[in-house]
């Protein structure tokens, strides 16, 4: 898996590259799945991915760009409209109840509480206060 980070008119988009084969490519951009089809083949090099963390890309310009119907493990609260993390009230491990406000997200210069759709335990916390973010874009995981 190739890790990249770009930023694009002031927004920064962190994208996991997981699979290339022929014109399509498997990606997760700030934690939501997508497949990418290019208009050209990419030829791949075959080396060995080291796990360590590295710098995190965007589909690549002249793609075109759907969601992927991957499984989700847990319930993911996305953000409904791009915006910026103002405060982010949940840690991994905490106990949620459902229609607790767990990130406090600044769109369209108003502030937007966004809440868990279920109960249940944090898995995972993708976002950072200042982070910006797109629309449906994965905030929280609760399992």
């Known amino acids: ?11 920064e988009y962190k994208v996991d590259i997981n699979e290339v084969e022929g014109q399509e490519i498997k990606l997760d951009v700030n934690g939501t799945s ?15 991915v080291a796990s360590a963390p590295r710098p995190q890309v965007a589909p690549a310009a002249g793609g075109s760009v759907q969601k992927s119907n991957a499984p989700a493990a847990g319930s993911k609260v996305t953000t409904p409209l791009p915006g910026t993390i103002l405060d982010v009230f949940v840690n991994v491990g905490d106990t949620v109840k459902e229609g607790q406000t767990v990130v406090l997200l600044e769109a369209m210069k108003m502030e937007n509480n966004i809440e868990a759709d279920v109960a249940g335990t944090v898995k995972e916390v993708k976002v950072r206060k200042g982070d910006s973010v797109l629309e449906g874009d994965v905030l929280v995981v609760i399992g």
């Not at 497949?35 to 990419?42: K, S």
């Open 1 to 11: 898996m190739k890790n990249y980070k770009l930023k694009i008119n002031g927004n």
């Open 34 to 48: 997508y497949v990418v089809t290019v208009d050209q083949e990419i030829k791949q090099q075959r080396k060995p």
